[in-house]
């Protein structure tokens, strides 16, 4: 059974960094390319960064670009989101999930059932 824990998330003020981690249980995760997800109140859920199975090549939105960074430790079944620089629109639920579509223009979640998410809240 597919397992997604993530953890990591908080309220710190603007400018300020967080780290995110997602262990994973349940499958091959060194197979797979992962993603990082966030949802805020009211908006649909959104990609913000994915990296591929081996780690060589990384992906991210356009909002985040330079300011986040996405890494995996295929030895811990574990995906990272550092994030600097942090704003109030980066306020929400993050989570991950397997992506599929590597090498599109759409990348989308594998697996049907998310984790719990962390929640990362942005406020002076």
């Known amino acids: 059974q597919v397992q997604l824990v993530e953890s990591g998330g908080g309220l710190v003020q603007p400018g300020e960094s967080l780290r995110l981690s997602c262990v994973t249980y349940?499958?091959?995760?060194?197979?797979?390319?992962m993603g990082w997800y966030r949802q805020a109140p009211g908006k649909e859920r959104e990609l913000v960064a994915a990296?591929?199975?081996?780690?060589?090549?990384?992906t991210y939105g356009d909002s985040v670009k330079g300011r986040f960074t996405i890494s995996r430790d295929n030895d811990k079944n574990t995906v990272y989101l550092q994030m600097n620089s942090l704003k109030s629109d980066d306020t929400a639920v993050y989570s991950c999930?397997?992506?599929?579509?590597?090498?599109?223009?759409?990348?989308?979640?594998?697996?049907?059932?998310w984790g719990q998410g962390t929640q990362v809240t942005v406020s002076s």
């Open positions: 990296i591929n199975s081996n780690g060589g090549s990384t």
């Open positions: 349940g499958f091959i995760f060194m197979r797979y390319d």
């Open positions: 999930n397997a992506v599929v579509g590597w090498g599109t223009s759409f990348l989308r979640p594998w697996f049907a059932s």
